[in-house]
Every structure is written in structure tokens, then in C-alpha cells.
Nanobody, 123 residues
């Protein structure tokens, strides 16, 4: 399984970005997907997770109400819409695939990881 995350970039505070994560090598339709992020010198932090067919979602406290995770199983892709971005959202964003189980914020629950895409929010 390969996960390719893209869509990052530089944006001003208050702006929006949409990240995409395209999966190859396996159909992700029945699998839970997640987004995490890691800022310099910090632990990798849970951002959001979406269950099979998008029926369930889970968000980290710091992004609730601003970020939305969604999926298009026909395109084998998961998205992260990020609105009202803040400088503290600056990080490398990683998508991840969970082989078994429902949405979870636990990093160890995900088996496959993408390479990350940089998001930088200027003040």
C-alpha cells in the first residue's frame, strides 16, 4: 500500500487549504483513514479520522469546527479541508491507513503512512 499526500503549501492565517491523500495498491473503501501532523520538535498529533464509507468521523480538539475530513472511495482518496487556519496549524501533515477497526486517535492504530505534505500558516 502506498499513500501519497499532497495539497500543502503556504497560506495566511484565516485562509484555507485542502489536502488530499491518494491510496494505491489497495482499495480503501472499507478501511479507516486518518490525518496526523507533526510540528518541529513536537510529537506527531492526531488531526482527524474517517471510517468506512465516511459514516463516522473523529477530530482532534485543536481542529474541531475548522477542519473536515471526507473520502471518495471511487477515487481511493481521502481529503482534509482546513479552514480558518492558524499559525499553530503549521506542520507536516501525514495521512495514514488503519487495517482493522473504527476511527481512533491512536497513532499505533494505523499501519501505513504517507510521506507527508508541508503546511505553513503565516501570521
Amino acid at each position: 500500500v502506498q499513500l501519497q499526500a499532497y495539497g500543502g503549501g503556504l497560506v495566511q492565517a484565516g485562509g484555507s487549504l485542502r489536502l488530499s491523500c491518494a491510496a494505491s495498491g489497495r482499495t480503501i473503501g472499507v478501511l479507516t483513514m486518518g490525518w496526523f501532523r507533526q510540528a518541529p520538535g513536537a510529537e506527531r498529533e492526531f488531526v482527524a479520522s474517517v471510517g468506512a464509507i465516511g459514516s463516522s468521523t473523529l477530530y482532534g480538539d485543536s481542529v474541531k469546527g475548522r477542519f473536515t475530513i471526507s473520502r471518495d472511495n471511487g477515487k481511493n482518496t481521502v481529503y482534509l479541508q482546513m479552514n480558518n487556519l492558524k499559525p499553530e496549524d503549521t506542520a507536516i501533515y501525514y495521512c495514514a491507513l488503519r487495517i482493522y477497526g473504527a476511527v481512533t486517535p491512536t497513532r499505533n492504530g494505523y499501519k501505513y503512512w504517507g510521506q507527508g505534505t508541508q503546511v505553513t500558516v503565516s501570521s
